[in-house]
């Protein structure tokens, strides 16, 4: 192979993809390395496009007894994609399956907490995500990676890569919305043959580079509206007998604390979830995500639909974090989406719960029944344009309501609002609606 064809080393490598990606991607856009020897190329392809960075963390689930041969991988939040033509070839039982993913969740989260130090994940949702690795052969990974990246709720998926084989690319079609590769060689025999250094990357060059990427966005960003956080930290909350966990992040002085009362269908790590509370978090409010289930309750839909008891723990929550030094005294609004909303109304509704705003996204308000009636605090019911059963029950619920109310439907959403610039929208209406009545209420 002729020299020039040669990368010198993986950031070279990263310039010269950034720059052919220029042109191809828009929009908001984030770039994230596939670990470790992905993360300096894609730390190169970020700084060109101006683009926040991070990883994507992606585990192979191997059939049990040919390890080799991937059935599936698993990424962060315990997202999970299944090739259903290898599962059932090789006769792989439920239980296996839930095996393999169990075994490699706790790698996941490692990896995930040594690589991003405690920081938040950058979110993907609605977002032009450009997934980089330093190359391509099978493209087992690449293709994992892709299929994460649209679970997290990515817009548009675009694969980026220096150099890899034609009929990978070819195999990758269906995978990414866009695939860009610098070099396609005909005879390929490995990745590393084709830069003229290619020693392993280290972890620690991995966290650097990272660490690096966020102190850099935080000093673009020193004269925008973000906020410092005073505190941000995950949380153990018991209630009942239950352990129940949630994130806890305070704003530089708060106005108000905002408890996102998770049920079904979404959980406090759910990117959905995050882009909403950093949208809080902006506007001066604490917030405290919490899952209202434990993962063994996720999957009982005796559990997913008792609003009676995931209310007695949200109000239970409430108790607590009322009680916390540095929110203490603060007025309290609930977020709630699916089940979470019902939760979040019935506790409202309870006169010893004291709450200032109550605020539904594509929520379920109407498994609060007769409790909506009681509920005296602001409530905004929040539904996509598209979501049209889930409408018609939002407009049952608010002919129940007597209290001060709004229905705010957000044209061209559907249920879970993944359209471009829906989420946005959702975190407009709720902070306007809690700086409102959670200000006045201070």
């Keep these: 192979m002729a020299r020039s064809t040669l990368f010198r080393d993986r950031t070279d490598a990263g310039v010269r993809l950034g720059a052919a990606l220029g042109g191809v991607v828009a929009g908001p856009v984030v770039v994230v390395g596939l670990p470790r020897g992905g993360v300096p190329v894609a730390a190169e392809v970020a700084a060109a496009l101006g683009a926040p960075l991070d990883v994507i963390i992606v585990r192979k689930l191997g059939v049990p007894f040919q390890p080799e041969l991937a059935m599936g991988a698993i990424g962060e939040d315990g997202i999970t994609v299944v090739n259903p033509r290898v599962v059932e070839s090789a006769g792989i039982s439920e239980e296996e399956l839930a095996h393999a993913v169990s075994e490699q969740r706790a790698e996941v989260t490692r990896r995930a907490r040594l690589y991003r130090g405690g920081r938040e994940r950058v979110p993907l949702l609605g977002r032009t995500v450009v997934v980089v690795d330093d190359g391509m052969a099978t493209g087992a990974t690449a293709r994992a990676a892709c299929a994460i990246a649209r679970a997290h709720g990515a817009a548009r998926v675009v694969l980026a890569v220096p150099v890899a084989p034609p009929r990978s ?50 000093a673009s960003s020193s004269g925008s509206s973000t906020r410092p956080l005073l505190h941000d930290e995950d949380v153990t909350v018991r209630v009942g007998g239950a352990v129940l966990l949630g994130r806890l992040t305070v704003p530089d002085g708060p106005g108000g604390l905002v408890v996102f009362a998770h049920g079904s269908g979404s959980t406090r790590d759910s990117p959905r979830s995050r882009l909403v509370a950093s949208a809080l978090t902006g506007c001066e409010m604490a917030t405290l995500r919490v899952d209202l289930l434990t993962r063994e309750e996720e999957t009982d839909r005796r559990h997913v639909f008792d609003v009676v008891s995931m209310a007695d723990r949200l109000a239970g929550v409430t108790a607590w974090v009322s009680a916390q030094p540095l929110v203490g005294g603060l007025p309290i609004g609930y977020f709630g989406a699916s089940t979470g909303a019902a939760a979040a109304l019935r506790a409202a509704a309870s006169p010893a719960v004291k709450v200032a705003a109550v605020v539904s996204r594509g929520g379920r308000p109407d498994l609060a029944g007769a409790s909506l009636s009681a509920v005296r605090a602001p409530t905004l019911l929040i539904v996509g344009g598209h979501d049209s059963v889930v409408l018609g029950l939002n407009e049952w619920a608010m002919d129940r309501l007597r209290c001060e109310r709004r229905l705010a439907v957000v044209a061209g959403a559907s249920h879970l609002f993944e359209e471009p610039g829906a989420l946005e929208e959702v975190g407009r209406l709720a902070c306007d609606w809690f700086a409102t009545h959670l200000l006045a209420a201070t």
């Excluded at 690319?169 to 995978?175: F, G, I, R, S």
């Excluded at 490995?190 to 990357?201: K, L, M, N, R, S």
């Design 169 to 218: 690319l070819e195999e990758l079609d269906d995978a990414a919305d866009e695939v860009v590769c610098l070099e396609t060689p005909e005879r390929f025999l490995a990745v590393g043959q084709h830069y003229g250094a290619f020693d392993q990357t280290a972890d620690e060059t991995v966290v650097a580079l990272l660490r690096h990427a966020a102190e850099h966005a935080r």
